[in-house]
């Protein structure tokens, strides 16, 4: 009777312990890293700037997925409007987080197509300019759709080429002169390239 109690916990241990690192091993092996770069074209009162975003998602099954992205904007110019009349252009960096969401359709094997959207955080920082208006730096509620194309290199890496709408909230100067302040919208079309590694 010992040896049997023994012999069905070490099977019952040793069960539990393989489904346990299988499904260790499962989910690990569902998650990717990605990185990506781009042009971003300025829309309206936007002009254009680079666009690069690095983050960590998890893969639900080949037609669901999930990230979180940090993205940052370097280089990039506002033009400011008080009653319709331009008073001038700042320069304005742009960076913040988002969580997306992804639908994904296999063409073929190696080749497929997705729609994408997103909600986040940014935070649109401008520069003063003319010596009359001072650069402020603002938090946003922002968010994006998209679509685009993927294509695995290896069953663990794929590049994705797509098309993404930002709007990243308002940027803001004040004027030195009266203190008052104007805000204009922060929209770009970006079309990057990127890669994914899935682990």
């Known amino acids: 009777m010992k040896k049997y109690l023994l012999s069905t916990f070490a099977a019952v241990a040793a069960i539990t312990m393989a489904s346990s690192a299988n499904a260790q091993t499962t989910y690990f092996d569902d998650m990717y890293v990605r990185v990506d770069g781009g042009y971003a074209?300025?829309?309206k009162n936007t002009e254009e700037a680079a666009v690069f975003d690095a983050g960590v998602g998890f893969r639900m099954n080949e037609y669901f997925k999930a990230d979180l992205t940090a993205q940052w904007r370097p280089w990039g110019k506002q033009k400011f409007k008080d009653a319709d009349t331009e008073v001038g252009k700042a320069d304005m960096w742009t960076m913040g987080?988002?969580?997306n969401v992804y639908a994904s359709y296999p063409?073929?094997?190696k080749f497929s197509?997705?729609?994408?959207?997103?909600?986040?955080?940014s935070y649109n920082k401008t520069d003063s300019f003319k010596g009359a208006y001072k650069g402020?730096?603002?938090s946003n509620?922002?968010?994006n759709v998209g679509a685009g194309v993927e294509y695995a290199l290896t069953p663990c890496?794929?590049?994705d080429l797509g098309y993404r709408f930002s709007d990243l909230g308002k940027a803001k100067v004040e004027s030195v002169a009266t203190g008052s302040k104007i805000e204009e919208n922060v929209r770009y079309s970006d079309v990057k390239i990127g890669m994914q590694?899935?682990?």
């Open 41 to 43: 074209i300025g829309m």
């Open 97 to 99: 987080a988002m969580a």
């Open 107 to 109: 063409v073929y094997d």
């Open 113 to 121: 197509v997705y729609a994408t959207g997103g909600v986040g955080y």
């Open 136 to 138: 402020k730096g603002k």
């Open 141 to 143: 509620f922002a968010w």
């Open 157 to 159: 890496v794929t590049l």
């Open 197 to 199: 590694y899935y682990f």
